[in-house]
């Protein structure tokens, strides 16, 4: 019997238990710090991230977490170290993305928070809260191609979201397609009769329509 064989398969054994205790602990700090977050709780969520961020020095989850925390606190040039620590980290992370988006849309800078969500959405096509985000930088700049076409996207995977339905009727009647923004809010107050928003878009577009139909009859 070869005894340096065993004892490497001994400390073999031990790096996997010792690499999954460290990954467990890694998540359950992460989960602490998400729920205290969620609790409004920052300081404390701020330091689970940050014992999370020296159990993986690799991973861009706890950056995200501290870019989040300080854009709660209203620390924008902190978030954004945060965030694009999260994106050298993980170059197809969509969370660090997204909220170099929210940091720019606060900055008012529109076409860069355009770019950073769009970015997210390459990686992750149904992120709502990037697809809504980019609605908002989209009638800042009055361009609507690309995000009708994400949204469109989502609504194949996620038919039936009034929300999601809402924008896009909204931008539809931006982009002067009055016909397809019918249609859709038809189906929104299809599925919710007291969509008030939606009813009183629908009489905007209608009128819309009458005035178009008008004019080019005369």
Do not use: W
Request: hydrophobic share 40%; aromatic share 8%.
């Amino acid at each position: 019997m070869k005894y340096n064989e065993l004892t490497t398969e001994g400390a073999t054994q031990n790096d996997v238990v010792e690499q999954n205790n460290s990954t467990q602990h890694y998540e359950v700090l992460m989960e602490l710090g998400d729920c205290l977050a969620n609790a409004g709780k920052y300081d404390e969520a701020k330091e689970y991230y940050e014992q999370a961020a020296q159990l993986d020095a690799d991973a861009a989850g706890p950056y995200v977490g501290l870019g989040v925390v300080a854009l709660q606190k209203e620390k924008l040039e902190d978030a954004e170290i945060a965030f694009r620590v999260g994106c050298r980290l993980e170059p197809n992370c969509a969370k660090a993305y997204t909220g170099l988006a929210i940091v720019a849309q606060h900055r008012e800078n529109y076409p860069e928070a355009f770019k950073m969500y769009l970015k997210c959405l390459e990686f992750e096509s149904d992120n709502l809260t990037a697809l809504l985000g980019l609605f908002q930088a989209s009638c800042q700049m009055g361009s609507f191609e690309k995000i009708i076409h994400y949204l469109r996207v989502y609504l194949e995977m996620h038919p039936g979201d009034a929300s999601v339905m809402f924008a896009l009727a909204t931008l539809y009647m931006k982009d002067k397609k009055l016909d397809e923004s019918r249609k859709i809010l038809r189906d929104v107050l299809a599925l919710q009769p007291g969509y008030d928003e939606a009813a009183k878009l629908l009489e905007e577009v209608e009128r819309g329509i009458v005035i178009r139909n008008d004019a080019g009859a005369k």
